[in-house]
């Protein structure tokens, strides 16, 4: 059997032992990561350094202040969302109880992404615990010495035969999902992506799919031009520009390109100084064969802004380091139009105004997100209501993510389903429909019995398609009138059986 089959039956079985079901252990599974999170924060901050040449401080910030939130929220809110949830009733069910019940899926498997490997690894594993599931946790090789930390950590924080970690590359994935699961939660490219879907669908198992492609930014020619760009240098060139939700490329018209250049400039030497190579807050690309891409995409486009890069300087091992890059006048078939950069190169494209911006868009997939700035709210709303994307974000980049209230997700070849806060919960229990009766009222029930008459068919109309909104009085008093329907229902059937 291989550590993979191993891992993946220790969580069959811890699962099956119903020990995670209980409330009080999730919450204090849930405590313990959070107490992780603060007492080794130095060898979180030191592996991420070895990988991205994250700073101290930009792994609080980026990676592990915000799970911190979710698990608060997680625990403060468990027992509300774990609670029965009462729905709406029809005639016919007033006097029956229905709610919805969440219950676990069972074994869900967390491929993670080396980007941000705490976040994007740890936040479905928050939902998987609140909802009560075991997790088989696999956080990407190419964080190598991230993935060593989790494997290390996680173990001795939480429960390691509800949530073991599995590490390795391509072979020890392809073997996990040889495996069953529950439920597949993978955060990456489209292209794997579809490689886990077609993997899941064997066993039919549930995907949520968090993937990416180029999210544009229309900057309108009448607003603060200076603020608009500043905040997208910023959510552009934020860890490299390795962030799935990053602003992929720039739309503005013609007239004002020469300025988003040079605002975009100023903010580049305001956020990583003259020298970005030697900026303690700038990051490198992850390894060699990205970094090869990205030079690759500047082969038929014009630098604007930046460009410098040298590949032979590794600030450890697995970083290459590329300059923050702006480039203008940039054409719709350019290489660097054709995938999602998933670097520091920000490509300028001219449109006419809004009506070419918004048809750009909707010519490419559907993205994870869309940034719109202006001071025209007429402008965002055609934004919200012409286009479709993960999510959209007004005068601002990156921070929607931050919202637990707010569902992260894609759409089309962007992604499925949704996580963070309560839909992290929601997306990984199954919302059990429940609808428990008594053996009474049997004449209403008469109704649906052959033999089937139109009076019998009046009567279903009634019950089903009438809406009622009454209070406890109300129902109280309905409940009465339906036992007088009752007898005449049962009435009307007797003599229906007699004609029959």
Known sequence: MSKEQQAVACARRAFETG?????????????????????????????????????????QLYETLGLEGEISLAIRKLKE?????????????????????PEPLGVVLIIGAWNYPWAVTIQPLIGAIAAGNAAVIKPSEVCVHTAKAMEDLLP??????????????VPETQELLRQRFDHIFYTGNSVVGKLIMEAAAKNLTPVTLELGGKSP?????????????????????????????????????????DRVIEEIKKSIKEFYTDNPKTCTDYGRIINQRHF????????????AVGGENDESDSFLCFSLFTSPTVLRDVKPEAKVMQEEIFGPLLPILSVSGLDEAIKFINKGEKPLALYVFTSDDKVIKRMVDETSSGGLLANDCLVHYSVSSLPF????????????????????????SCLIK????EGVNSMRYPPHTPKKLGWARFFILKTV???????????????????????????????C
């Open 19 to 59: 020990r995670s079901k209980s409330l009080e252990h999730r919450i204090r599974q849930l405590k313990n990561l959070q107490r992780m999170f603060t007492e080794r924060q130095k060898e979180i901050a030191d592996a991420i350094k070895k990988d991205l040449n994250k700073s101290e401080v930009g792994t």
């Open 409 to 432: 997700g894609g759409v089309g070849n962007s992604g499925m389903g949704c996580y963070h806060g309560k839909f992290s919960f929601d997306q990984l229990s199954h919302l059990r």
């Open 156 to 169: 001795i924080y939480i429960d390691k035969e509800l949530y073991p970690v599995v590490t390795g590359g």
């Open 217 to 257: 930014c229309y900057i309108d020619k009448n607003c603060d031009i200076s603020i608009a760009c500043r905040r997208v240098a910023w959510g552009k060139y934020t860890n490299c520009g390795q962030t799935c939700i990053a602003p992929d490329y720039i739309l503005c018209e013609p007239s004002i390109q």
């Open 469 to 499: 909104d009454l209070g406890w009085v109300g129902r109280m008093a309905l409940l009465a009138v339906l036992a007088v329907v009752a007898a005449v229902v049962l009435q009307v059937s007797h003599r229906g059986g007699e004609e």
């Open 438 to 441: 008594q053996l009474k009222m």
């Open 292 to 303: 090869k891409r990205i030079m690759a995409m500047l082969e038929d486009s014009t630098i």
């Open 81 to 101: 969302w774990a609670a029965p949830r009462s729905v709406e009733k029809n005639l016919l069910t007033l006097s029956d109880t229905v709610y919805i019940k």
